[in-house]
């Protein structure tokens, strides 16, 4: 199974560009790596998902390596607003059934 | 918009208790969740279904219980309640393939047992 290590917390100010990064050493060939924010008090929330290389949306974007063992999430230019959790998910079938393992999360805090 | 929609925000039970906690799902996903989330340790997969009667576990279903009876309809149910499963529960679905479309998750039932 696909365990995810991710930094406990980060810290940012308003206007920067935050990298979160998620290891994931044993991924296997079908999983997708998929993030989620959360605010305090509601679900967590679809960010981006992407399977190899590069994926941008209107809110971020999605590094991953050739050897997929890692990914890294970006933020560009941040607000206030972006402060939350963000966990990483490594999702897909495997041999034993069905593996769905989110990382631990990090916190975000973002300052003026 | 997909909507999930758990059933209380907020409930207090007492030790021994048989709890249902209720999810439901408006967008004819076939994979419904159930997590807890604790903290320092994210978001834990207790049960998951993939179909109607269909259910999987996952990875800490001790003391817990689903029923899937209908496919917009998914049921955690805590058989004898213990103080340790005093927790946030989330509730999510998704379509297709599990693990390669996103899931879309309720906000939450925060459940104390006394």
């Known amino acids: 199974l696909a365990k995810t290590t991710q930094p406990i917390s980060m810290d940012s100010y308003e206007g920067q560009e935050v990298n979160i990064t998620c290891s994931h050493n044993?991924?296997?060939?079908?999983?997708?790596i998929t993030w989620y924010q959360q605010f305090p008090s509601q679900g967590p929330r679809f960010i981006i998902q992407?399977?190899?290389t590069k994926v941008t949306n209107e809110v971020a974007s999605l590094f991953i390596p050739a050897d997929r063992k890692s990914s890294t999430l970006s933020l560009p230019r941040v607000s206030l607003s972006d402060t939350a959790v963000y966990y990483c998910?490594?999702?897909?079938?495997?041999?034993?059934?069905?593996?769905?393992?989110f990382g631990k999360g990090t916190t975000l805090s973002v300052s003026s | 918009d997909v909507k999930v929609t758990q059933s209380s925000r907020y409930l207090v039970k007492r030790t021994g208790e048989k709890v249902f906690l209720e999810c439901v799902q408006d967008m004819d996903h076939e994979n419904m969740f159930w997590y807890r989330q604790d903290p320092g340790l994210g978001l834990r997969l207790i049960y998951f279904?993939?179909?109607?009667?269909?259910?999987e576990k996952g990875d800490i279903p001790e003391g817990y219980s689903v029923s899937r009876e209908k496919k917009e309809r998914f049921s955690l149910i805590l058989e004898s309640a213990s103080t340790n499963q005093t927790s946030m529960y989330l509730c999510?679905?998704?379509?297709?393939?599990?693990?390669?479309?996103?899931?879309?998750f309720g906000d939450g039932t925060r459940l104390s047992i006394l």
């Open positions: 279904s993939y179909d109607v009667k269909m259910k």
């Open positions: 999510a679905s998704s379509s297709g393939s599990l693990g390669n479309q996103p899931q879309h």
């Open positions: 998910l490594v999702a897909g079938p495997n041999q034993a059934g069905t593996a769905l393992i």
């Open positions: 992407g399977y190899k």
């Open positions: 044993n991924i296997a060939t079908n999983d997708y």
